[in-house]
């Protein structure tokens, strides 16, 4: 009696053994797995604009995305690694290129820019599409000069009721959560002095 007795006593405190090692095997186990996942994560796609959010407003990164006739553009921001400065709390205003104003450029022009080593380069020139501020088409028309990200000015010509930045023509207007896109039909490129 007194053997059953004191198998009682141990079967608990095994099966309470059992049990505690396994769950530290499972937390350790699911360590791992975060800390492998964490490790294998690719530093290039960090940042606001990778965050995905379907609820609220598109920002400007956004709405380009989602153009078919901006895929050039959102290629060279990409190349340029610019895509969390565009989701910036703004507010932006973007002047957004098409792929025409793109194809317009002398032949190899835009395959040139996007090469790595040409990297500051067209950041620079992307720079000079984006100033701060939320301004419309219309209140555009009280501007001679803007000035632009890069440090440089961008100059406003109104005609009749069109209003062209650097020498491109806004088109299109769209509102954003962090500001507005002026679809642009020419690629703006900074004015020489």
């Not at 553009?73 to 507010?91: C, D, F, K, M, R």
């Amino acid at each position: 009696m007194k053997k059953t007795i004191h198998l009682f006593k141990v079967i608990p405190f095994v099966a309470f053994l059992t049990i505690l090692f396994s769950c530290k095997n499972e937390v350790k186990q699911e360590t791992t797995a975060t800390q492998s996942t964490t490790e294998t994560a690719p530093t290039s796609r960090q940042g606001q604009a990778f965050i995905e959010d379907e609820s609220a407003t598109p920002n400007v990164l956004q709405i380009a995305i989602g153009s078919p006739d901006h895929t050039t553009l959102v290629a060279a921001v990409q190349a340029a690694g610019l895509e969390n400065a565009l989701v910036n709390a703004g507010p932006l205003m973007v002047f957004a290129p098409t792929n025409e104003a793109f194809n317009a450029l002398p032949p190899g022009t835009v395959e040139e820019l996007l090469k790595p080593e040409n990297k500051q380069k067209l950041a620079a020139i992307l720079k000079h599409h984006v100033t701060a501020g939320n301004y419309t088409k219309d209140f555009l028309k009280n501007f001679k000069k803007i000035g632009q990200a890069d440090d440089t000015n961008a100059s406003v010509v109104v005609k009749g009721e069109d209003v062209y930045v650097g020498g491109a023509k806004i088109v299109a207007s769209i509102k954003a959560g962090n500001g507005i896109v002026h679809v642009v039909d020419k690629v703006i490129l900074p004015e020489s002095n």
